[in-house]
């Protein structure tokens, strides 16, 4: 887990794979490296050890908005894309143009617009 832990802090080809770009690793690694190197750690801990809930995508009858970057190596669109399917009232994924892992982070304004569209549909 610190390994992990301190390839982010240190910018790897990790934090690139998340992030798309050298701009956006340049923009956020700043950020990373102010936090403390154990709360970065046990977050990732957390998402790694994570239980698969996917078997109980069906029970889920919320809206649901799927957004998804289509240069996103670590889980690719159809990832996402299935995601949608599996959610009954997902609407169908949105996906960004040559976005990578994190657009929340790094296509804030765009991913924003979704929500505030998705939140206004489901008042």
Same mark, same amino acid.
């Given at each position: 887990?610190?390994? =992990? +832990?301190?390839?982010?802090?240190?910018?790897?080809? /990790? @934090?690139?794979?998340?992030? !798309?770009? +050298?701009?956006?690793? %340049? *923009?956020? @690694?700043?950020?990373?490296?102010?936090?403390?190197? $154990? +709360? @970065?750690? +046990?977050?990732? !801990?957390?998402?790694? !050890?994570?239980?698969?809930?996917?078997?109980?995508?069906?029970? =889920?009858?919320?809206?649901?908005?799927?957004? *998804?970057?289509?240069?996103?190596?670590? =889980?690719?669109?159809?990832?996402? /894309?299935?995601?949608?399917?599996?959610?009954?009232?997902?609407?169908?994924?949105? /996906? @960004?143009?040559?976005?990578?892992?994190?657009?929340?982070?790094?296509?804030? %304004? $765009?991913?924003?617009?979704?929500?505030?569209?998705?939140?206004?549909?489901?008042?």
């Amino acid at each position: 887990m610190a390994q =992990i +832990r301190d390839g982010f802090a240190a910018g790897s080809a /990790v @934090l690139e794979l998340l992030l !798309g770009s +050298r701009a956006a690793e %340049a *923009h956020w @690694l700043p950020r990373l490296r102010r936090l403390p190197g $154990e +709360r @970065l750690s +046990r977050a990732v !801990g957390v998402l790694m !050890g994570a239980d698969s809930v996917a078997r109980r995508f069906g029970e =889920i009858t919320a809206p649901a908005l799927v957004v *998804h970057g289509s240069a996103d190596l670590p =889980i690719p669109p159809e990832s996402g /894309v299935a995601l949608a399917a599996a959610l009954p009232a997902a609407e169908p994924v949105e /996906v @960004l143009d040559g976005v990578a892992h994190t657009p929340l982070v790094t296509h804030a %304004a $765009e991913f924003s617009a979704l929500l505030q569209r998705f939140l206004k549909a489901h008042r």
